[in-house]
């Protein structure tokens, strides 16, 4: 065994310690985002009832550079990230609210499918309306 004067002290490396704080701050925007996925989930829903949705991430690309899109919704599990990384820059150079929700079979079956979608952006808002304007 060792006596405490021959142990090495640990001192974190300052990489560990930028590492810690960018994790920190992502799971505290994941937490205040967590009562808006929620209720972008339940705009889709509603919009897809009583209103128009776009699905996918071709046709919500369209309907963002057209700017007939009134709310994005992103899934973040989506694989190669290439697919959706230019929905984020597009939607705030249009003034778009987007969100990005943790899974995208979740985002299917809000849309009303059995698979997931990478995307899915509300052209029409019927009763989600007042849902999407809080959101914004």
């Given at each position: 065994?060792?006596?405490?004067?021959?142990?090495?002290?640990?001192?974190p490396?300052?990489?560990s310690?930028?590492?810690?704080?960018?994790?920190?701050?992502?799971l505290?925007?994941?937490?205040?985002?967590?009562e808006?996925?929620g209720?972008?989930?339940?705009?889709?829903?509603?919009?897809?009832?009583?209103?128009?949705?776009?699905?996918?991430?071709?046709e919500?690309?369209?309907?963002?550079?057209r700017?007939?899109?009134?709310?994005?919704v992103?899934?973040?599990?989506?694989?190669?990230?290439?697919?959706?990384m230019?929905?984020g820059?597009?939607?705030?150079?249009?003034?778009?609210?987007?969100?990005?929700?943790?899974?995208?079979?979740?985002l299917?079956?809000?849309?009303?499918l059995?698979?997931?979608?990478a995307?899915?952006?509300?052209?029409k808002?019927?009763?989600?309306?007042?849902?999407?304007?809080?959101l914004?």
């Amino acid at each position: 065994m060792q006596s405490l004067s021959k142990r090495k002290i640990y001192k974190p490396s300052i990489f560990s310690i930028l590492l810690n704080l960018i994790i920190g701050g992502l799971l505290k925007m994941a937490e205040v985002s967590q009562e808006n996925i929620g209720k972008a989930y339940e705009a889709i829903e509603l919009a897809k009832k009583t209103g128009k949705i776009r699905k996918g991430a071709n046709e919500v690309t369209k309907a963002v550079e057209r700017a007939s899109a009134k709310l994005v919704v992103v899934a973040q599990d989506v694989s190669p990230k290439e697919v959706i990384m230019h929905l984020g820059p597009l939607c705030k150079e249009k003034n778009i609210p987007y969100i990005e929700v943790p899974a995208k079979d979740d985002l299917g079956a809000a849309a009303g499918l059995r698979v997931g979608t990478a995307a899915v952006a509300v052209v029409k808002e019927g009763e989600s309306k007042g849902i999407i304007k809080e959101l914004s």
